[in-house]
């Protein structure tokens, strides 16, 4: 057994496996084997128990000849453990050495030790413990035989370093798994649909699609660049990464209006998406799910650009978001203005553009003439001399 603190390159490699497990559950073996050499145990084990009921829920040791001693445990004597009934009253204390708390006399009249840890030739142990999912706690434990010492003063002290890096593991684990079960939660929904549809992030990265999708692809005037959906037209290309950025940083919902090259018009739907077990996780700010469905034909010629037919299918609180676009503002100018809310705005500006026929700002902008439009806010004398602060033209 080992008599002195591990070197610092030993704990480095074991904190690298340990971040490893994260996305490898299957090196958790390694790392115990790891953790066992370096406070010089005989046999490590990690379990996670439910904080009301006691009851284990899962276990796990270092090396396959202790498996059995492993089920043993975790089917019926982990209920009667007094390590982590000590645990359970001691809030503030996260590593033990079990000889400081448990003599001679306790072992020998405890049916824990003298029915389940001596007949496997056990009697000391190192015990830490960290908590990741609110209802439950982990236990990481190193143990020893009665012929050798028991745990050094150095080896509660290597187990107190290492314990934050377990905990942050296991919780990157068990949000990648959340987010696994987010991602086909979506897909079972995304190929029950037989529009083009896409699980993205606000990146833009191609996460999963349906095969509506895949077929899409090319007369959508797209493609996949290094798994990332990309436009092939600039102007659409920003649109979407504007409608990502919204999208993601809001949590609210974001609509995108193109023409693909056929000359059919499309709307994209983008969604934030949260599977029912991430209703308490940031996470679901992560995902977004773009429903893509292709808009009906205009059932009459669009008028010539410019006139004042071309305005008769707005409403009046649009007539004023189209007035302040036409000013050169920016929608949250255009917002402040009308006292209204940024989103109701964005919303206006994709009716307008549903309405008139045209497949961007840019566009409308260049066709329609101001001096078509009735009195709004932002065509009375005042507002052309005076614009509120934070609002003049062409910001």
Known sequence: MKSHAPNPEGINELVGLIYACATEPARLPEVLRLFN??????????????????????????????EPVGRHYLSHWGAFDPRVKWFSSRSSNKVLRCHELF????????????????????????VG?????????TVILSMRPAASRPFEPWTAHTLLQLLPHFERSSGIAAKLERQSAAVQSAMAMMKSLPTPCLLTDNAGRCLEANDAFSVALEPLSMRLV???VRFTRSDLQAQW?????????TALAATMVFADTGGRHWKARLLPWQAPVEQHDNLKRKMIVVIFSEMAAQPHPMPPAGSMAATARLTRAEVEVLAGLLKGLPAKAIATRRSASVNTVRTQIVSIL?????????????????????DSVFTSSTYESHPPRGEAIGR
């Open 354 to 374: 549903e309405k008139t026929g045209y497949n961007s700002q840019k566009e409308l902008m260049a066709s329609f003439s101001n001096s078509v439009l009735p």
């Open 129 to 137: 413990r960290y908590q990741v999912e609110p209802g439950t706690e």
């Open 241 to 249: 990464e504007s409608a990502l950025f919204e999208t993601h940083t």
């Open 103 to 126: 003599d001679e006399a306790f072992v020998a009249a405890s049916s824990f030790y003298q029915d389940f840890m001596v007949p496997h030739g056990l009697r000391w142990s190192l």
């Open 37 to 66: 050499e370096l406070v010089g145990g005989a046999t490590a084990q990690i379990f996670t128990r439910d904080l009301a009921s006691g009851a284990i829920v899962a276990s796990q040791v270092a090396d396959a000849a202790h």
């Open 226 to 228: 290094t798994g990332r």
